[in-house]
């Protein structure tokens, strides 16, 4: 076991119209079950390690299908407060060659919304726990769930776990003045941030080096990406260390016939990286890999190996050239 790494987030129920449809015009629905931050520890525990989500779910038989979705992907469950009836709720279309995806959203009063700060005990849930990750999201959802963000943060930080943030602003969620005003006090609390040249302009009104000089994190990787055509997209990444390391990836093309996933694929290959201790160049190769390579697997979660990623890189590398 290569460590424990534990996350904090909401998993809903997506209702996904079939391929080409539309959300008013289906009249089936593939049923998934997905989250930004369970998509990561379904990934990192592919890889070997131990893992433990913190979230809520109802009581039930919903409740009861989440935690085996969980549990077949290896993800510990057992932190999971479990309680009342509600399950957030989203539909999802994805689109065609000029119409975008969409989705809509029912996640209000879910009960990962009536989440507070005491709904959990802060000595178990980080007990022997290397890394802890967050994203944007949890800290949108309620009053409640955003003062529990901030604490299990500091929980973490003060017991010496590395902390990550991952910026994943939702607009739906909120505005870029609001979000901008409580991620500007979540990054004083990570060690590693995951965001975009856009994220830094919006949110913090920094550059890179800025941040590298205000901010404590000792990692800060941002992933820009560029859609040239509906089905082919391109990324450029950007990793900058502490200790004044960095690496900056060409823009590498890649396939597209699946949108979501690709950013928790990122994320997770990008954590594995750092916590190997892989050079600079080599974690970022990995983690654009993963992230190419999921967009062309269906589903929410990756959890390909690392031989998978190693020969998908090769492709990469051939087209570009």
């Keep these: 076991m290569k460590g424990k790494v534990t996350a904090f987030g909401e998993i809903m129920m997506r209702l996904a ?12 629905f593939s049923v998934i079950y997905g989250g930004t931050e369970a998509n990561v520890l379904a990934f990192l525990s592919a890889l070997g390690y131990k893992t433990n989500y913190l979230t809520a779910l109802p009581e039930g038989d919903i409740g009861g299908a989440v935690l085996d979705h969980l549990k077949k992907f290896g993800i510990g469950t057992a932190d999971i407060v479990v309680r009342g009836d509600t399950l957030g709720l989203y539909f999802s279309e994805n689109g065609g060659e000029s119409r975008g995806a969409r989705v809509i959203y029912y996640r209000k009063n879910s009960e990962f919304t009536r989440l507070d700060e005491h709904s959990f005990d802060y000595d178990r849930v980080f007990g022997g726990v290397s890394l802890f990750h967050i994203s944007g999201i949890s800290f949108a959802l309620s009053p409640s769930s955003r003062a529990l963000a901030f604490r299990l943060m500091r929980e973490a930080r003060s017991r010496g776990v590395k902390v990550s943030f991952d910026f994943n602003y939702r607009a739906a969620l909120g505005t870029t003045e609001r979000a901008g005003e409580i991620f500007r006090e979540a990054v004083k609390e990570a060690d590693i941030l995951l965001a975009s040249h856009r994220d830094l302009e919006t949110f913090l009104r920094m550059d890179e080096e800025e941040v590298m000089q205000k901010l404590p994190c000792a990692y800060l990787i941002l992933r820009d990406r560029a859609i040239t055509a509906p089905d082919r997209h391109s990324v450029r990444v950007s990793l900058l260390a502490r200790d004044g390391g960095r690496y900056s990836s060409p823009a590498f093309a890649f396939p597209v016939t699946e949108r979501v996933g690709g950013g928790d694929a990122f994320n997770g290959a990008m954590l594995h990286a750092i916590m190997s ?40 590398e051939e087209c570009s050239e």
């Design 17 to 28: 119209a079939p391929d080409g449809g539309t959300i008013r015009g289906s009249d089936n």
């Design 277 to 316: 201790g892989m050079p600079l160049g080599e974690a970022t190769m990995f983690a654009i890999s993963a992230f190419a390579l999921k967009h062309t697997i269906k589903g929410d979660t990756f959890t390909l190996g690392e031989e998978d990623i190693a020969n998908y890189r090769k492709v990469l």
